[in-house]
Antibody, heavy 121, light 108 residues
Framework: EVQLVQSGAEVKKPGESLKMSCKAS????????IHWVRQMPGKGLEWMGM????????RYSPSFQGHVTISVDTSSSTAYLQMNSLKASDTAMYYC??????????????WGQGTLVTVSS | EILMTQSPATLSVSLGERATLSCRAS??????VAWYQQKPGQAPRLIIY???TRATGIPGRFSGSGSGTEFTLTISSLQSGDFAVYYC??????????FGQGTKLEIK
C-alpha cells in the first residue's frame, strides 16, 4: 500500500519562502501522478497542481500558476511544493495525494497527513 | 475550467435515515467523478470513484450514481461515523481537477 508522509508544520513570516515535502513509499514513485491540494482554515479543498515524477511533467491550476512550484526528487521518492513571498492568505493545510493507477490522472486514493502552514508577522 | 457545484451546502439527516448529496458539473465529465469524505482534523478519504465504484474498504451503504453533468452520492441508513463533509471532484478535464465546495452532513 502507498504511504505519503509529509513534512512538519511550518510557521513563517510574510515575504518568506517555504518548501514542503511529501515522501512516498510502497509503490513505483515514478509512474504515479502526485497531486497537491490546499485547504484554508474552515474551507473546502482546492486542487493546486500535479506532477508526474517519471518525466517531471507538471500541471498547475490557473489559480496557483506562478505562485507555487511543484518538483520531485526521484532518488528519494519525494515530491515538493514551494511557495515564495508568503502572505497571510497562504495560511492553510496542504495535502499531497496520489492514486493507485499508473500514468493516469484519476481519483486520489492515498493522502498524506497534511502540512499546516501558518503565515503571520 | 470545469466547475463542480454541490448541493445542499448543509444536510441534516437523522441516524438510520438516507442521505442524498448532489454534484453538478458545468460541462460533461462523463463518469470521471470521485467523492471524498473528510472528518475534522483528518485528511480526505476516497469513497467513490468513476462515479459509482466504491473504494477499497467502503461499506455498501455508500453508493454513487450519475454521468455527464449530474452526480449523486447516497448514504443509506446513516451511522454516526458518516457525519462529515463530502466533496466531489472531477478528473475528466484538467488542469485543474476541480473539487466541489463540499456538503456538510450533520445529525438532525
Amino acid at each position: 500500500e502507498v504511504q505519503l508522509v509529509q513534512s512538519g508544520a511550518e510557521v513563517k513570516k510574510p515575504g518568506e519562502s517555504l518548501k514542503m515535502s511529501c515522501k512516498a513509499s510502497g509503490s513505483s514513485f515514478t509512474t504515479h501522478w502526485i497531486h497537491w491540494v490546499r485547504q484554508m482554515p474552515g474551507k473546502g479543498l482546492e486542487w493546486m497542481g500535479m506532477i508526474y515524477p517519471g518525466d517531471s511533467d507538471t500541471r498547475y491550476s490557473p489559480s496557483f500558476q506562478g505562485h507555487v512550484t511543484i518538483s520531485v526528487d526521484t532518488s528519494s521518492s519525494t515530491a515538493y511544493l514551494q511557495m515564495n513571498s508568503l502572505k497571510a492568505s497562504d495560511t492553510a493545510m496542504y495535502y499531497c495525494a496520489t492514486s493507485d493507477l499508473e500514468q493516469l490522472v484519476v481519483s486520489l486514493e492515498y493522502w498524506g497527513q497534511g502540512t499546516l502552514v501558518t503565515v503571520s508577522s | 475550467e470545469i466547475l463542480m457545484t454541490q448541493s445542499p451546502a448543509t444536510l441534516s439527516v437523522s441516524l438510520g435515515e438516507r442521505a442524498t448529496l448532489s454534484c453538478r458539473a458545468s460541462q460533461s465529465v462523463r463518469s470521471n467523478v470521485a467523492w471524498y469524505q473528510q472528518k475534522p482534523g483528518q485528511a480526505p478519504r476516497l469513497i467513490i470513484y468513476a462515479a459509482s465504484t466504491r473504494a477499497t474498504g467502503i461499506p455498501g451503504r455508500f453508493s454513487g450514481s450519475g454521468s455527464g453533468t449530474e452526480f449523486t452520492l447516497t448514504i443509506s441508513s446513516l451511522q454516526s461515523g458518516d457525519f462529515a463533509v463530502y466533496y466531489c471532484q472531477q478528473y475528466h478535464d484538467w488542469p485543474p481537477c476541480t473539487f466541489g465546495q463540499g456538503t456538510k452532513l450533520e445529525i438532525k
